[in-house]
T-cell receptor, first 116, second 117 residues
């Protein structure tokens, strides 16, 4: 069965600090996708990144970066120079095949609080 | 997540009433997924539908919950005889191409928040 663990329930940082959100996953599939979503206080889900299991290159997008390590089944997310607007709940998710489509298994989320 | 429309955004029901949540997928999308987010928890898969077909309903509670995606019109998640434990945010997502292709992506709506009094 698929499982996604986000061990950090809540993190508080001061603005401009760097912060890393951890994500560890379990799957028996050899082909899968990993995702990160942001859920701000307004409640919608904002897609951040999708990474397939064959691409272990780290990715950087502005202040965001992702470290995918298949050997440790981890897909960690780092925010550099955090800002108050980064305050949100962040979810890591893993796709599972349903025939030829897929469904997502979400972690329980990490609540990030960035203060001035 | 632009384009997946869910309504109502907020719904209040008393115990025993019925709740109907609607989801219009993005234009051109034929795959719809429903997820439930209980307070302070992550999202849990409920059901995956294609037009007129339920493909996977492994996450649906066995009783009182049903979903459909008719040939015409939005997908409907129906909860009969609601109880307080049904209070949650219900998210709909849609996709076009199969997710294993390079263009496949899941787009989420803004959610419908059900409160059962």
């Amino acid at each position: 069965a698929q499982k996604v663990t986000q061990a950090q329930t809540e993190i508080s940082v001061v603005e401009k600090e760097d912060v890393t959100l951890d994500c560890v996953y379990e799957t028996r599939d050899t082909t899968y996708y990993l995702f990160w979503y942001k859920q701000p206080p307004s409640g919608e889900l904002v897609f951040l990144i999708r990474r397939n299991s064959f691409d272990e290159q780290n990715e950087i997008s502005g202040r965001y970066s992702w470290n995918f390590q298949k050997s440790t089944s981890s897909f960690n997310f780092t925010i550099t120079a955090s800002q108050v607007v980064d305050s949100a709940v962040y979810f890591c998710a893993l796709s599972e095949a349903i025939g030829t489509a897929s469904k997502l298994t979400f972690g329980t989320g990490t609540r990030l609080q960035v203060t001035l | 997540n632009a384009g997946v429309m869910q309504n109502p955004r907020h719904l209040v029901r008393r115990r025993g009433q019925e709740a109907r949540l609607r989801c219009s997928p993005m234009k051109g999308h034929s795959h719809v997924y429903w997820y439930r987010q209980l307070p302070e928890e992550g999202l849990k898969f409920m059901v995956y539908l294609q037009k007129e077909n339920i493909i996977d309903e492994s996450g649906m509670p066995k009783e009182r919950f049903s979903a459909e995606f008719p040939k015409e019109g939005p997908s409907i998640l129906r909860i009969q005889q609601v109880v307080r434990g049904d209070s949650a945010a219900y998210f709909c997502a849609s996709s076009a191409a199969l997710p294993w292709t390079s263009s496949g992506e899941l787009f989420f709506g803004e959610g419908s928040r059900l409160t059962v009094l």
